[in-house]
């Protein structure tokens, strides 16, 4: 966890500007966009019809620069935007919003208990920790009794396929069921990024694990207007495999 941690912070650090030049007109400034499908919150209602937001106390994890904040306090919630990354929030600083930006690591949340009353993930965290009930644990730790926590991830299946987004992005070339995970290093050895696969049964049982309740698994389709790339996710692959899984949880 602690590995997985300083590696992504580094990492992060060092690519937000690029992160944000590549993606950040796709992002916009103030939309919640679920994943690279373009599956807008104001369309999904994911975490609620947005007109029952206002007043809401929602943490956002891995935020990265907060356009999903920035929507949700647009609807009069008040968004709380945490990232590992000290830049990725300069970003959300430079495109500004009056909401609270937290530089911690999802694992371990600085807030007290049951503290927001929704909280989301598009993309943030999940895909990049060692311990992700120690996470899902954390969330359900500073979420009020009903409160729902939503988040995306690169769709497990993705895992077995090379991240490309032409044709040979669409041969098995790897076991599905490998839990190794992809570690980037530098010359000493030290892993300068990584991720960590978890299979959907995986994800299901680590949402049992934290004492969470899965409400829906969303896998978004490619929309016909959409013929951008982002990485490995194109048009062609979107319109064969999902791309992106969500997972809807409640706290009881
Ligand atoms: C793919 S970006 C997504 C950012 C934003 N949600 C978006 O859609 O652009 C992943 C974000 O998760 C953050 N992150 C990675 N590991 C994290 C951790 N352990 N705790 C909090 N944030 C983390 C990264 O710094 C990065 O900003």
Redo the contacts with the bound molecule.
Sequence with gaps: MAE??RA??GW?DRN?DD?QVE?GTF?GDDRF?W?PEGLDEIEAELLGPPEELKGKDVL?????????SRWLAAQGARPVA????HR?LQHALRIGGSFPLVC????DLPFADASFDLAC?????L???ADPVR?LREVRRVLRPGGRFVFSVTHPIRWAFPDEPGPEGLSVSASYFDRTPYVEQDEEGRAVYVEHHRTIGDRVRDIVAADLRLLDLVEPEWPAWNSSEWGGWSPLRGNLIPGTAIFVCARD
């Design positions: 997985s941690s992504n912070r992060w937000a992160y993606h992002l966009v994943g956002e994890i891995g935020a990265g620069a907060a356009q999903c945490l990232d590992l990354s990725q911690a690591d999802a694992g993930s598009a993309y943030g965290a895909p990049f920790v996470v």
